[in-house]
């Protein structure tokens, strides 16, 4: 199995906008996960094989996980950046899940091939 490639991390000014582009996602749930400094890691945004996301509260509204990703790719379209999303970005990618409450998971949990991240700073 190739590790998932993240690209498009950088710089930019409060308000700015960046888009995440990772290949190599291979598996029926992928998402975007960060860590930042000195904190724990946050699942960001997930999609699955049939299209359902899941975001983060704080970033509903400003990120967006295309609909159009080809089969092996996954992007994250961040708008609105504020200095509370500079952080180190993953991509992560593995098969969709089973919940415990019918339907199924997609989450942080369901991924089993994680990238090596990429630097996001957001100037104030």
């Known amino acids: 199995q190739v590790r998932p490639q993240e690209s498009g991390g950088g710089s930019v000014q409060a308000g700015g906008s960046l888009r995440l582009s990772c290949a190599e996602a291979?598996?029926?749930?992928k998402g975007w996960f960060r860590q930042a400094q000195g904190k724990s890691r946050e699942e960001v945004a997930t999609?699955?094989?049939?299209?359902?996301?899941k975001y983060l509260d704080s970033v509903t509204g400003r990120f967006t996980i295309p609909q159009d990703n080809a089969k092996l790719t996954v992007d994250l379209q961040m708008d609105n950046l504020t200095p509370e999303a500079s952080a180190t970005y993953y991509c992560?990618?593995?098969?969709?899940?089973?919940?415990?409450?019918?339907?199924?998971?997609?989450?942080?949990?369901?991924?089993?091939?994680w990238g090596q991240g990429t630097e996001v700073a957001i100037s104030p």
């Open positions: 999609i699955d094989v049939d299209g359902t996301t």
């Open positions: 992560a990618a593995g098969p969709r899940g089973q919940s415990t409450g019918g339907g199924y998971y997609c989450g942080t949990h369901a991924m089993d091939y």
């Open positions: 291979a598996g029926t749930c």
